[in-house]
């Protein structure tokens, strides 16, 4: 034995024993590679990835879908715990079954805004960037105290924003308008209504007062588990470059928004409603999603805006697409693209390309006269889509769209013909949802210009928390050739949608499909069910009758 191995002998004997221990105490185990947050799997080389299949259709909107999104417990805490302290969505790792194909080595996050803090409270990425940079009027202010900015200085006839630590959202000095009283109880007779008209309803209303949205938001204390209702993102290639499933690399897993819904009828039924009248639309499905051995329960599934969609929808697919954060109102603010970080976030080409396009559209918007909006407006934005994108959220009572809350849209820009066509995006509090009350049947059809006349939901509305009046609905509908198309869409969609029964027959079909798929109430329970139901199709006859009162609309009532 020479000198080299006696000195070497005892650790070449201690590996051996490790090894030995090791292969008997973990040699039927799974070995799972834990994620670190922000760099999924980074180590691992970028391979081809496959296309899954299978024989059912992923959206296939005439089935309830099959999904089950396996991931290790450790994974699920540090995901939640990530968001909680940071407000980082951040990617995981998870396998995942649908419809009984089985999928491996994919990316799952947490996903959506005020969904997300009714499920599992905690931060949004420090208070700012979810809420477009001032959780109120959005469009990226300069911090509060910056040279020339006064500290929380909202526009004109809105309250301030909430200073640190005060716990009661957008509360301005008691007794100024808009104002909610002392804390305790209200005066006897006495409705408040938060910014944008919408009254108080302290049973029914996402906005709490004492808190933010409804149901568990705000302090991170909310007890979350697999059973727990969660929205999520699922990516296939996160982790094994070109892997997805049936051609789709993104799938967004939907709950019911602000508040409990059980039927989640909105988004299926206004997207129904979209591709019916000729708007580019996500897909849609509802699906029976578990989460590891948690409970199953129902959801609705939607594919992402990226590359594919733009595939599908627009023959140019090569330009840019940016998508709007809450309270993006395209007021412009400068040519500095940083002064735009927390308004929009761009999707595609970001190597590439930058905002300059929607920089000059937003300049375009704040300083063109009324001549040159009207002459010019059509070189930069596809008008026709535009007015019945309008038509259809106002009809619809959708407030988390452009108008009301400035979100959930995007802004598509074709390089040839350069110009922009506005997308929708998470219609889940579409059909009155967010607004709520019986104000919502009532909603006004010409909610989005600027003037305001009245205070209540059924008045001119300017935005409210969501950033105040959007620039382009309000001039848009201030501009008399825009407005007469923008009312000859509201007519037509209004024959197409009410009058023909294509809502409450679409709403009927959803219904019966998931009573069929849940016969044993496993997914919801039955009389949530059938209650929430009941609501969408009272909003719907409610609205109908309301808008079949109006001028606009006062020849067009029969039914086909």
Do not use: C
Request: hydrophobic share 40%; no cysteine; glycine share 10%.
């Amino acid at each position: 034995m020479s000198l080299t191995f006696k000195r070497h002998y005892p650790l070449l004997v201690i590996l051996l024993v490790a090894t030995l221990l090791l292969t008997a105490g973990l040699g039927n185990q799974r070995i799972i590679a834990y994620s670190v947050p922000g760099t999924l799997q980074a180590e691992t080389p970028a391979v081809t990835g496959t296309t899954y299949s299978g024989d059912v259709a992923l959206f296939d909107d005439t089935i309830v879908h099959s999904i089950q999104v396996l991931m290790a417990d450790g994974d699920f805490e540090q995901m939640l715990t990530t968001y909680r302290e940071t407000g980082a969505k951040d990617y995981f790792h998870a396998d995942v079954i649908i419809d009984g194909v089985q999928i491996s080595n994919v990316g799952v996050r947490l996903k959506g805004n005020a969904s997300l803090r009714t499920a599992v409270g905690g931060r949004m990425a420090g208070e700012v960037r979810e809420f477009g940079g001032n959780f109120g009027w959005g469009d990226a202010r300069p911090d509060p105290g910056a040279a020339g900015e006064a500290p929380f200085d909202p526009p004109a006839g809105q309250p301030p924003m909430r200073p640190e630590g005060q716990e009661r959202p957008f509360q301005p000095d008691e007794g100024a308008a808009g104002a909610l009283p002392p804390e305790g109880a209200l005066p006897e007779g006495q409705a408040p209504a938060i910014p944008g008209g919408v009254p108080w309803d302290p049973e029914n209303m996402p906005f709490q007062p004492g808190g933010d949205f409804g149901g568990g938001m705000g302090d991170g204390t909310t007890e979350v588990t697999v059973d727990t209702k969660i929205p999520l993102m699922l990516r296939f290639d996160e982790t094994v470059e070109g892997q997805n499933y049936q051609g789709y690399t993104h799938l967004a897993l939907r709950t019911y928004g602000t508040s409990n819904d059980a039927a989640m009828l909105q988004e299926p039924v206004t997207n129904a409603a979209a591709r019916a009248i000729g708007l580019p639309v996500t897909n849609t499905a509802f699906a029976s999603v578990q989460l590891n051995a948690g409970e199953t329960q129902l959801y609705t599934l939607s594919e992402a805006i990226n590359e594919q969609y733009l595939a599908e929808h627009f023959e140019n697919s090569d330009g840019v697409l940016y998508k709007a954060e809450l309270g993006s109102t395209l007021r412009y603010q400068g040519e500095d693209p940083s002064l735009y970080d927390n308004s929009f976030t761009q999707k595609t080409r970001v190597n590439d390309a930058d905002l300059a396009p929607l920089i000059a559209f937003m300049r375009f918007l704040s300083e063109a006269d009324d001549a040159t909006f009207s002459a010019e407006l059509p070189n930069y934005l596809d008008v026709e889509a535009f007015a019945t994108y309008l038509a259809l959220n106002n009809l619809l009572v959708n407030t988390d769209a452009i108008v009301g809350m400035n979100n959930n849209y995007y802004l598509y820009y074709d390089d040839v013909e350069q110009r922009f066509t506005l997308l929708m995006w998470d219609a889940n509090e579409s059909l009155g949802k967010l607004a709520m009350g019986g104000a919502s049947a009532s909603y006004d059809i010409y909610a989005g210009q600027q003037e305001s006349s009245t205070s209540q939901m059924g008045g001119r509305m300017r935005g409210g928390m969501g950033g105040g009046s959007n620039t382009l609905a309000a001039r848009f509908l201030n501009t008399p050739e825009f407005l007469a198309l923008y009312e000859g869409e509201l007519q037509r969609l209004y024959q197409e949608l009410f009058v023909s029964g294509f809502l409450v027959k679409q709403v009927e079909t959803y219904a019966t499909l998931v009573r069929t798929a849940d016969a044993g109430g496993v997914l919801v329970d039955p009389n949530a069910y059938e209650q929430a139901v009941a609501r969408v199709l009272d909003f719907i006859a409610q609205r109908q009758a309301y808008l079949a009162g109006l001028p606009l609309f006062s020849e067009t009532t029969t039914p086909f």
